[in-house]
């Protein structure tokens, strides 16, 4: 293979299109050269076999990386969009579902409730499963079910020389467990092969909101942690979402998440013991009870995707800070981040969020898994920590502020708890300013990632920012 012109023609029965599209995060504009549509695995093979010599690919599920990587993450990749490949089927027998990358989390979500079934993803319904299973997947069921890439036990893969293979734990095994955490530099998933749990026959969507100064929110989010690491049960899921507050000094602190157990009765009693500690307020319960109206309301009102148009885009600068459960935020440090939050966060002509999704605490299925059986690297977070900020508009450009903000909130915290705290980041939410990137996202697990990226993909066809070098 030569030039791109010569791939066009050999590819021409697949749908190409050369505009350049537009990412979610407005803050990266990427010129591919151009976008191909196949529609079976075979062609997905055919696209790679013809152009790996030539060019650089990328998958493209969803199209929600936050930096862009699903347009190559700079200019003149060629981009493979699996968005004709939506089939979902369930074994009645098995209960594994073969999904399709194309696929949007709503969209499986749906297609699985229809029988009766459900697997554990995050909350934007819009989210592609392709880069969602990649790098883990979180969603308030993964306390009792896992991060969607635990679900998967085969799958159907495109290599960089265009050879197809279906890792599983019984064959190309060194291959499964790099793509369960790190797929995208690997190959290109088709499919997977998932399993999947009966829709539990009872969920809501709670919510708590409180506004507190920073004394009393660093209170309250140490009395958090030592509630979730006391007593919870697996159907419990959570997250604390922290955001400018009404007046400077303060910020709005709101406890929100999925409850799966039998009533909201027994949610009050769990979370009792919490809300004993902090100023009374009245619980927010939505939904009509049916987990499938959970996931909508978690995804905005939004399950059928397709039906919905297109999603909204924005302009963001985003981290994480995955925090080690064997060593606890101590109070000095949520005092110096709610401190900064209170002040420079109110004084932020940014749009901020902080949000601590509960992975770990009492009963946590994600961190019950041997760290050394998949790719993704932190099996021990008590949170994972997501610093967000967009631009006043949500529209281009970019302020100078944002980084310098979220940056200074991240530090807040790390540089209090001090050198010996081994904190990590999340791959899924991909941040293209993080400092000692592959410690943080691969922990333990780096060199044999490298060493495998070496075998799998020796010319890096696969290779975009933070890939594995
Ligand atoms: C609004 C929003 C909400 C989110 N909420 C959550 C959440 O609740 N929980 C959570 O865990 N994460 C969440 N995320 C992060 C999300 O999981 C990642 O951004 C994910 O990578 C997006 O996958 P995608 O397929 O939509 O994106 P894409 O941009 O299509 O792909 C992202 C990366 O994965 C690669 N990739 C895509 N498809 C494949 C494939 N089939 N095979 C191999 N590599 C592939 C791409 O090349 C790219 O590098 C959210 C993101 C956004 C924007
Ligand atoms: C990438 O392409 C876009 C759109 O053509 C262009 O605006 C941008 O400057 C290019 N970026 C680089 C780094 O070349
Ligand atoms: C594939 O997707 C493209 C772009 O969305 C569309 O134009 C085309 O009709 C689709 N092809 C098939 C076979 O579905
Ligand atoms: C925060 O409010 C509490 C009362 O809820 C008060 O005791 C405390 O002094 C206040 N702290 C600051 C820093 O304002
Ligand atoms: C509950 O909500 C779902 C999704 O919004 C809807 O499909 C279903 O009909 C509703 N069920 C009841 C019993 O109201
Ligand atoms: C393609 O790459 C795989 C993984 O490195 C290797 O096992 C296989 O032999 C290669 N196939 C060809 C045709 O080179």
Partial sequence: MGSPTSFLLTIATLVVSVLADISV??????????????????????????????????????????????????????????????????????????????????????????????????????VGIGGHVSGGGFGFTSRMWGLTLDTVQSMTVVLANGTIVEPSSSSESDLFWAMRGAASSFGIITSIDAETFPAPSFATVYAYNWQMNYSDAAAALTQFQDFVTTDIPPEFGAEINLGKGDSEGTVSLELTGGWYGDSIDTLQSVLDPFLQSMPPVDGQFSGNGTYIDSVQILGDGVVNTKAAGPDKTDTFYAKSLMTPEEQPITLDAFEAYMKYLAYEGYNSETNWFMQFELYGGTNSFINSINVDSTAFATRSALFTVQLYASSSNYEPPYPEDGFTFLDGAADALTSTMGDGWDYGAYVNYADDQLENEYYLYYKSHYPRLVALKSQYDPTGVFDFPLSIQ
């Fill in 25 to 126: 995060n407005l803050r990266f504009d990427f010129a591919p050269v151009a976008v191909t549509y196949p529609s079976t695995t075979e062609e997905v093979a055919a696209v790679v076999s013809c152009t790996s010599e030539s060019l650089q690919i990328v998958a493209r599920s969803g199209g929600h990386s936050y930096i862009a990587n699903g347009l190559g993450g700079k200019n003149g990749s060629l981009v493979i969009d699996l968005s004709n490949m939506t089939r979902v089927d369930v074994d009645a027998s098995s209960g594994t579902a073969t999904i399709e990358t194309g696929n949007r989390l709503g969209d499986v979500a749906f297609a699985l409730n229809n029988q009766g079934r459900a697997l554990p993803h995050g909350t934007c319904t819009y």
